[in-house]
């Protein structure tokens, strides 16, 4: 059940930055997705790691973590992009 709720995480952030991102092409959707779930499940397993839970059960602190670690990885990719986009 925590992993689902750490990919659901991942999908909620990537919709989240798909809404108030300023432009939004339709090729950015898929993998704005894929990489939200990846910061969502990196997040949750680095929370666990850290004690604060494991993959059967929850703890605030995971959906924290997974909510940082996936908007790290979406800033990163859209810095990333806009950057070599020139």
């Given at each position: 059940?925590?992993?689902?709720?750490?990919?659901?995480?991942?999908?909620?952030?990537?919709?989240?930055?798909?809404?108030i991102?300023?432009?939004?092409?339709?090729?950015?959707?898929?993998?704005?997705?894929?990489?939200?779930?990846?910061?969502?499940v990196?997040?949750?397993?680095?929370a666990?790691?850290?004690?604060?839970?494991?993959?059967?059960?929850?703890?605030?602190?995971?959906?924290?973590?997974?909510?940082?670690?996936?908007?790290?990885?979406?800033?990163?990719?859209?810095?990333?992009?806009?950057?070599?986009?020139?």
């Amino acid at each position: 059940m925590g992993i689902l709720l750490w990919i659901f995480t991942g999908v909620l952030v990537s919709v989240l930055t798909l809404l108030i991102e300023p432009y939004v092409i339709v090729k950015h959707i898929p993998v704005t997705i894929v990489l939200g779930v990846v910061g969502g499940v990196c997040g949750g397993a680095i929370a666990s790691y850290l004690g604060f839970g494991n993959v059967d059960g929850m703890h605030f602190m995971i959906i924290v973590y997974s909510i940082g670690v996936s908007t790290f990885v979406l800033t990163w990719y859209r810095a990333i992009e806009k950057f070599y986009s020139k």
